[in-house]
């Protein structure tokens, strides 16, 4: 009896290797059980449907198409990505402008409420949609900056940039990407956000309109 047991403590399962593409033909009642990308998966054929479910060995879960659920409650962290609407009009020259977040106000500095976003959560620019009407000069290089007022001080710090050269086309929407910026544009939560635009010459003489949004991942905790 004794021997018996220290057997089957000592007893390890052998490692099963599968050919790839196994489980297309499992049979009827079948099951086959696989490693795809660090996850455990198990097949079966039943009715003749093929049905898979994965296990998980760090607590972390996958799907690996649309998940479809009747309700939804987060009880701890999550991330999505949030849209903010800019538009404004104005005659810019070269001038460092603060777009609005709220409003079509925008402003020469970011203590101001309409130019400001007091942050809730830890955010990255994920990227700016800028679509401005048609350029006098369309080559005007346009730099396009985020900045940060901390919790606790009204300091102006400079998170990331990033300068357009290319020439604009009328009427047409370029995206400015997070990789697109000379530094990671992340800002905490409490802090103050904005966003500047500046163009290197007046790039026409007259007000025009400025379609602008951003779109920010955002990590949530409850």
Excluded at 105 to 120: F, H, I, R, Y
Excluded at 134 to 162: C, H, L, M, W, Y
Excluded at 187 to 214: C, R
Aim: proline share 3%.
């Amino acid at each position: 009896m004794i021997r018996n047991l220290r057997r089957l403590a000592n007893f390890t399962e052998q490692p099963q290797s599968f050919n790839e593409g196994g489980h297309s033909s499992l049979q009827e009642g079948g099951s086959f059980i696989t490693i795809e990308n660090g996850r455990l998966a198990i097949y079966k054929k039943h009715k003749g449907l093929k049905w898979k479910s994965y296990m998980s060995s760090d607590g972390n879960e996958y799907v690996d198409k649309k998940l479809t659920t009747h309700s939804l409650e987060y009880t701890n962290t999550f991330i999505d990505y949030r849209i903010y609407k800019h538009n404004f009009s104005d005659n810019i020259g070269t001038t460092e402008h603060f777009i609005p977040w709220q409003g079509t106000g925008e402003q020469t500095g970011m203590d101001d409420a309409t130019s400001t976003l007091l942050v809730p959560f830890k955010m990255t620019c994920h990227k700016i949609l800028f679509r401005p009407e048609s350029f006098d000069t369309p080559t005007a290089n346009f730099t396009f900056k985020i900045k940060r007022q901390d919790s606790g001080d009204a300091t102006v710090d400079e998170v990331a940039s990033f300068t357009y050269t290319d020439t604009f086309a009328d009427n047409t929407t370029i995206e400015v990407k997070q990789s697109d910026f000379n530094n990671t544009p992340t800002v905490s939560s409490g802090a103050k956000a904005s966003i500047s635009i500046q163009a290197s010459v007046n790039p026409h003489g007259s007000s025009k309109d400025y379609y602008i949004t951003s779109v920010w991942r955002t990590e949530v905790t409850i």
